[in-house]
C-alpha cells in the first residue's frame, strides 16, 4: 500500500515542471502535472493531493485565484508557490489566502523538498533568498495591503484575466462556459467598478495587481 505523500504540479513552463516532478517523486507520489489554474482546480478535486507545488503567474487562471477556490475545496490542501517573483507583496498576499511556503525558482534544487518536508512538519516556509525581515513583515501584515480582488467578484477576476491574455469574447465564454452577453456585461461592470476607459486600462489593472504577468 503507498502511504507516500500526494503531491501535484502546476507551472505553465513543461520543464520547470518536469524537473519539479522528477525532484518530487524521489521522496513523494506525484499524482499530477497541469499547466494553468483551471486545469489545477479541476484536477485537484479529483486527485485530492495533500501538498501542490504551483507558480503565481499561469494562464487562464493565475496560482493567487486558483488558490482561492482549491482552498474552497480543498481546505486542508497544503500549498507551496514555486516563482521567480520575488516581491514581497506576492509572498504577503499567497501567505493570506493560505500557502505554507513560499519558494523561488532561482534557488537550490534541495531548497524545495526541504519546503515541503517543513510544511508537511506543520511549519510555513519561505524562501531563503528573501529579506530576512520577510516573516516579520508576514506577520505584521493584515488590513495595511489594501486587497484589491474586493473590488471584483471572483468571476469578473476570472474575466479579467483572460482578456488581458488576449482572447476574444468567443474564447472566454468557451472557457468560463458563459454567453458572451454575459462577458460583455461582466467586462462593463469592471470598468465602471474600475473607472476603466479603455482594454489597455484594465489589462494594466491585471498587471498590476498580478492576474497576468508583465
Known amino acids: 500500500m503507498n502511504n507516500r505523500v500526494r503531491v501535484m504540479i502546476a507551472d505553465d513552463h513543461f520543464l520547470v515542471a518536469e524537473l519539479c516532478k522528477r525532484l518530487l517523486e524521489t521522496e513523494f507520489d506525484v499524482v499530477g502535472?497541469?499547466?494553468d489554474g483551471r486545469a489545477l482546480v479541476s484536477a485537484a478535486r479529483d486527485l485530492k493531493p495533500e501538498v501542490i507545488v504551483l507558480d503565481v503567474a499561469m494562464p487562464i487562471l493565475n496560482g493567487l485565484d486558483a488558490a482561492r477556490q482549491l482552498k474552497e475545496v480543498l481546505p486542508l490542501v497544503k500549498l507551496i508557490y514555486l516563482t521567480m517573483n520575488p516581491d514581497v507583496d506576492i509572498a504577503v498576499e499567497a501567505f493570506r489566502i493560505g500557502a505554507r511556503?513560499?519558494?523561488?525558482?532561482?534557488?537550490?534544487?534541495?531548497?524545495?523538498?526541504?519546503?515541503?518536508?517543513?510544511?508537511?512538519?506543520?511549519?510555513?516556509?519561505?524562501?531563503?533568498?528573501?529579506?530576512?525581515?520577510?516573516?516579520?513583515?508576514?506577520?505584521?501584515q493584515d488590513k495595511k495591503l489594501v486587497h484589491e480582488e474586493a473590488r471584483l467578484t471572483p468571476r469578473q477576476r476570472e474575466v479579467l484575466q483572460l482578456l488581458a491574455e488576449g482572447r476574444v469574447m468567443k474564447e472566454v465564454s468557451s472557457i468560463l462556459q458563459m454567453s458572451s452577453r454575459t462577458v460583455a456585461y461582466h467586462k462593463y461592470r469592471m470598468m465602471e467598478v474600475l473607472g476603466a476607459k479603455s482594454n489597455a486600462e484594465l489589462v494594466k489593472y491585471a498587471v498590476r495587481n498580478h492576474l497576468v504577468a508583465a
Do not use: M
Not at 532561482?106 to 511549519?123: D, I, Q, S, Y
Not at 529579506?131 to 506577520?139: E, G, V
Open 101 to 140: 511556503g513560499y519558494v523561488l525558482k532561482t534557488c537550490a534544487a534541495a531548497e524545495l523538498v526541504l519546503a515541503v518536508r517543513e510544511v508537511l512538519r506543520g511549519k510555513s516556509y519561505i524562501a531563503s533568498a528573501l529579506p530576512r525581515d520577510t516573516i516579520a513583515f508576514l506577520r505584521t
Open 33 to 35: 502535472v497541469v499547466g
